[in-house]
């Protein structure tokens, strides 16, 4: 079945031999794929083709997200202290979920994810077994869930089985992290491999990570890698001071350079965070052409720092975005922080232009979760398609071609005042309509509002002020 969608204004690209924003394109879709664009048509008159007024661009990817996080917004940020701290309320998350429980959480934070124009997830897990460290009847169930949550919600997913063996640099885990652990690197591989060879459906990817160079010793680092060697591999990189100080006492080395020591850094890597490196680490990551996967958001809201974003580009590596602890669920916010923290950090302005970071948030962050062919509006890419009302109270006024401006960048001005006012002043408030995979979604957002309310009650103690630590 043919669907046809006429678009006021879509974004076909950027950068050298891109169309950019294009006036009048009709898309058509086949099943999950797009099969036709055809730019500069006038607005059919059939009622046959559905029309799309504003500015179509590809859905987004959310590279790094820890679902059960949700649960904590509006539960810490009355209260000092560092990500440490806040990571102890977080753990009083973890220590409630099962199954059931996570599925229903992971549901309703995939449809607010769906709601803001996001179409693939990278979905960072590490919440394997039972409390006391028991593996469940079935072994990847808390997993399970999480694909369930996503393909039940509309999106693709990139499930990224995490490898978790130490509370940090050999110690045991304590507490709530012998859920994490899987107690050898070869049992992670065992469990994670069964759960690759359980989906044969394009929607789902199963990926590998390593939670972080204090959590997994370097011995195991190899096995990890060569466990599922085809599919996309996440690591925490330099998140923390604390973590960088402590890899140097260990190892004599930054968590970059101990990557890259045992193979790891290469392009089939992100290494999210990355937000305290050494001018080395820069160069070796850049070199490989590594993703390295920028959470502004949640950056800022732990108090972590700001990553040296435009160094790593220029060393060759490639941009993504993630929510990560969802702080908020708003990639428009992802990706302009990248620019405006810059700003901070430099007192200059301009170090990313806004088809940079619309690539970033779309096409390099597909490819990052092993979903090549999305992120695109050309045939054969999935059929992601999300629209941005430009009549909004942030986007009205918006030029439809934004005059070059000396000194911007190649490209600059071609992609339109449109794609500026989409990554710069435009919120997921103002996304009116998604296409994931060929399917409409129809979600109210009161009724994801709901769900969401619910699913946190059962998960945060029944205590509003739930995580809350002096």
Known sequence: MTTAYWCEHAWLGGGAGKAGVVPGVLIEVEGQRISSVVPNQLQPTSGTVETLAGLTIPGFANCHSHAFHRAL????????????????????????????????????T??????????????FHYLHHRLDGRPYADSNAMGEALVSAALDAGLRICLLDTCYLSSGFGARPEGVQVR??????????????????????????????VHSVRAVHRRAFTIV???????PMHVHVSEQVAENDACLATYG???????????????????????????EDVQLLGAAGVFVTFCPTTERDLADGIG???????????????????????????????????????????????????????????????????????????????????????TAGAPAVAPAV?????????????????????????????????????????????RLATAISGVVGGDSSAGDRP
Not at 225 to 231: E, N, R
Not at 337 to 365: M, N, S
């Open 253 to 279: 080395r930054t968590p970059t350079q101990l990557l890259a020591d045992e193979g790891l850094v290469t392009d089939r890597l992100s290494a999210v965070h990355a937000t305290h490196l050494t001018e």
């Open 406 to 450: 000396a000194g911007a960048g190649a490209g600059a001005g071609a992609v339109g005042g449109l794609v500026e006012a989409a990554v710069f002043a435009a919120t997921a408030a103002d996304v009116t309509s998604v296409v994931s995979g060929g399917r409409r979604v129809v979600l109210d957002p009161a009724a994801v509002g709901k």
């Open 73 to 108: 917004r509006a539960r810490t940020e009355a209260l000092r202290g560092t990500f440490w701290t806040w990571r102890d309320a977080m753990y009083g998350v973890a220590a409630r979920l099962e199954p059931d429980s996570y599925y229903e959480l992971a549901l309703a």
């Open 225 to 231: 890698a060569a466990a599922l060697p085809d599919a």
């Open 110 to 123: 995939y449809e607010e994810m769906l709601l803001a124009g996001i179409t693939a997830v990278g979905e």
């Open 180 to 209: 994490f652990s899987d107690g050898t690197a070869e049992e992670w591989a065992d469990r994670a491999h069964a759960l690759e060879v359980e989906y044969d459906d394009p929607r789902v990817q199963i990926g590998a990570a």
């Open 308 to 394: 040296p974003s435009r160094a790593l580009a220029a060393a060759g590596a490639q941009l993504t975005l993630g929510s990560d602890s969802h702080a908020v669920i708003d990639m428009f916010e992802e990706m302009r922080a990248v620019e405006l923290d810059e700003r901070l950090a430099t007192q200059q302005r301009g170090h990313w232009q806004p088809v940079e970071l619309l690539a970033a948030a779309t096409t390099t962050g597909h490819r990052s979760l092993g979903f090549a062919d999305g992120g695109r509006l050309e045939p054969g890419a999935w059929a992601d398609l999300v629209t941005v009302d430009l009549t909004s109270p942030r």
